[in-house]
């Protein structure tokens, strides 16, 4: 009976059943989880991944995300605590204003922005002799491009030869006429695909393209019904309050840097180099997302002014796996203007898409360098390298990097490329004004 019982307990689940006079007897007859009422007590595990393993395809990490951001709220308010304590309140409206002054209320740079109207003008008088028969279409062509040229050359010589223009000033007529240089070429080679009646070259028509938030020329744009003043005083609040703010980083967190150097970054060693970018990152990166949003509150301001119906100025570039996506993704506007303008006639032309589209970007970032250097008075081509250094690590790393990890080398390369480039030439030009050699 035992070796039954023994054999039984081999091949069946056994349990001890009681009897109706008390005693207890063997139950061995078969049975599978199943059919067990608590099957899941019985059978409580299965092939599975750790959640953070490559292979569990596992991606709710909101909550990971949510203590992340709170440990940066609190490693960053201790930072301003530690700024504050050791330098006090630094932020001054006075001084952004003394600023803007410019020479006694001169205001050159404003002088050079409506010297701009001639060149506009210039365009529009070469369009109408087009129409008329006046210019043939090649003289015409030619015209515009040397219009482009003395419009390029211009600030560029008002710049360097007047010292009385602030640097503010300086940087806003720069970024200014590069707009509009990419907006008359667009207007001239637009007209030059498709001629227009003598009645469409009109003076509001182009005016109303320069105001517009877009860099791509076209007959008619899609408009909205009607202008809603409650979301032109909302963006007019953004705009107030995201510049306070950038003013209030700049003075408060990026300039006590600048003053404990006290030499050309240039001329420092390898280790304080090191020490002066990693200082700056944090707040740099900062300036640059507020200059981001504040570059949505006044694109969408003046689409909303204008009636301008078209106002996708980015995609999700924060969710860019490439940096070839995040610079697609990130100016829509002048996206656009370069596929159509410059990518699609090389490849007309037969230049291979892989060509058009370096060349698109080396433009792009010679334009970058030139915005920046030319009012700073200084040029080193940093932000240019640095930026062809970005394609040669999405050419060679890219393909290592993929998903989230692709996209966490795009935050890197934002964090530590081109904007602390460009901090670096306004740091030698603070050390320039004050620490003249």
Not at 69 to 89: D, R, V
Not at 160 to 171: K, P, R
Not at 348 to 366: D, Q, Y
Request: glycine share 4%; net charge negative; hydrophobic share 45%.
């Amino acid at each position: 009976m035992a070796a039954k019982e023994q054999r039984s307990f081999s091949v069946s689940s056994i349990s001890q059943l009681p009897e109706e006079d008390g005693s207890y007897y063997w139950d061995t007859s078969p049975f599978t989880a199943e059919s067990h009422a608590d099957k899941d007590m019985l059978c409580c595990h299965s092939v599975q991944d750790s959640l953070l393993s490559s292979d569990s395809r596992f991606t709710a990490y909101r909550g990971v995300l949510n203590w992340i951001i709170i440990l940066l709220i609190l490693t960053h308010a201790h930072f301003f605590l530690e700024n504050f304590i050791q330098h006090g309140f630094l932020v001054d409206l006075r001084k952004v204003l003394e600023h803007l002054i410019e020479d006694n209320y001169s205001w050159p740079s404003i002088h050079l922005l409506l010297a701009a109207n001639m060149f506009v003008l210039g365009a529009l008088l070469l369009e109408k002799y087009q129409e008329n028969g006046t210019l043939s279409l090649s003289k015409g062509h030619c015209l515009h491009l040397g219009n482009l040229g003395l419009m390029t050359l211009f600030p560029v010589i008002i710049i360097l030869n007047n010292q009385s223009i602030s640097t503010g000033g300086a940087l806003f007529c720069t970024w200014t006429y590069s707009i509009l240089g990419l907006k008359l070429y667009s207007y001239q080679e637009t007209n030059r695909w498709y001629r227009l009646g003598p009645a469409s070259v009109l003076v509001w028509d182009l005016y109303y393209f320069l105001l517009a938030p877009t860099l791509c020329y076209q007959r008619e744009y899609p408009h909205t019904p009607r202008i809603r003043i409650n979301k032109v005083l909302q963006r007019m609040l953004e705009m107030v309050i995201l510049a306070q703010i950038m003013v209030g980083i700049v003075q408060q967190w990026i300039e006590p840097i600048f003053q404990r150097s006290e030499n050309y970054f240039s001329r420092m060693d390898i280790t304080t180099r090191v020490e002066q970018l990693v200082g700056l990152a944090a707040p740099v990166h900062f300036l640059c997302l507020l200059f981001f949003f504040l570059l949505h509150s006044y694109l969408n301001f003046s689409a909303e002014l204008l009636c301008f119906g078209d106002r996708h100025f980015y995609r999700d570039w924060w969710n860019a796996t490439t940096l070839k996506t995040f610079w697609k993704n990130w100016n829509v506007p002048l996206e656009k203007w370069s596929h159509r303008h410059i990518y699609t006639p090389l490849v007309e032309k037969g230049v291979s898409p892989l060509k058009a589209e370096l060349l698109v970007f080396l433009m792009s970032a010679a334009l970058c360098e030139c915005v920046v250097a030319l009012p700073l008075h200084n040029c080193h081509l940093w932000i240019f390298l640095v930026m062809v250094f970005e394609l040669l690590v999405d050419i060679f790393l890219g393909r290592y990097f993929r998903g989230n990890y692709g996209n966490g080398l795009v935050w890197l390369c934002l964090l530590l490329g081109p904007p602390l480039a460009v901090m670096t030439y306004f740091h030698d030009h603070y050390i320039s004004l004050h620490h003249p050699c």
